[in-house]
């Protein structure tokens, strides 16, 4: 079936540095994506999220780009602080396009591991 | 707002027993998604509700698994009898109406079963 997947499964990144956590994903007719974040304990919190009209886009600190035609997903965080410490997961709407069902497709995650 | 809520927040059974998980989702709501995450493996769709009903159920794994919302509000996920891959971490996420895309995620119960 279709997935999601990430390339790293650890990343460590020195306080202060950007980082950037990549993913492929897998079915070229998705048409929206998201960026969850996850604590230890707590369930996955929601970081931004892009259409695939867009091929960027930017909130606090972070930033999604979209590359359709290599079908990648990135988030990159600039100046990672120890709170960025979670692991990361992309996932992407896996239900039918216009069927308003957003089901999403998850990625296996990505351990960000900020040093002090 | 208060966020989505879940209940129990640890479950330890033995194989062949029962186990129900409930899930409140965030007030007005509508649509409410069962997910779960076995380990080592990637967070999984089971389910999703919109109000009372179930509007797409193809990522439940066998009839083992029976989810409910009656009067759709809180649902649970009821497991029986429960199996030993049934372990990991069962999450819940609720959604506004259409137009909004954002799912919002409970802390999850983790289920293990010896």
């Known amino acids: 079936g279709e997935s999601v997947g990430l390339h790293l499964p650890t990343l460590s990144v020195q306080e202060g540095d950007n980082s950037i956590i990549n993913c492929a994903y897998s079915?070229?007719?998705?048409?929206?994506f998201i960026w969850y974040k996850q604590e230890s304990g707590k369930g996955p919190q929601f970081i931004i999220d892009?259409?695939?009209?867009?091929d960027k886009r930017q909130g606090q600190r972070v930033t999604v780009l979209l590359n359709k035609t290599v079908k990648h997903l990135s988030l990159q965080i600039a100046a990672t602080q120890p709170g960025d410490s979670a692991v990361y997961f992309c996932?992407?709407?896996?239900?039918?396009?216009?069927?308003?069902?957003?089901?999403?497709?998850f990625g296996t995650g990505t351990r960000l591991k900020v040093l002090a | 707002e208060a966020g989505v809520t879940q209940f129990p927040s640890h479950s330890v059974i033995e194989k062949g027993q029962t186990v129900t998980l409930r899930c409140d989702p965030i007030?007005?709501?509508?649509?409410l998604y069962w997910y779960r995450r076995v380990m080592g493996k990637e967070i999984k769709f089971l389910l999703h509700?919109?109000?009372?009903?179930?509007?797409?159920e193809s990522g439940m794994p066998n009839n083992r698994f029976l989810a409910e919302r009656t009067g759709g509000t809180y649902s649970t996920l009821k497991v029986q009898p429960a199996e030993l891959e049934d372990s990991g971490v069962y999450f819940c996420?609720?959604?506004?109406?259409?137009?909004?895309?954002?799912?919002?995620f409970g802390p999850g119960t983790r289920l293990t079963v010896l």
């Open positions: 996420a609720s959604r506004r109406t259409s137009g909004a895309n954002e799912q919002f």
């Open positions: 079915n070229s007719a998705s048409d929206y």
């Open positions: 892009i259409r695939s009209n867009m």
């Open positions: 996932a992407e709407n896996g239900g039918r396009l216009g069927s308003g069902t957003y089901k999403y497709i």
């Open positions: 007030s007005g709501h509508d649509n």
């Open positions: 509700f919109v109000k009372e009903s179930k509007q797409d």
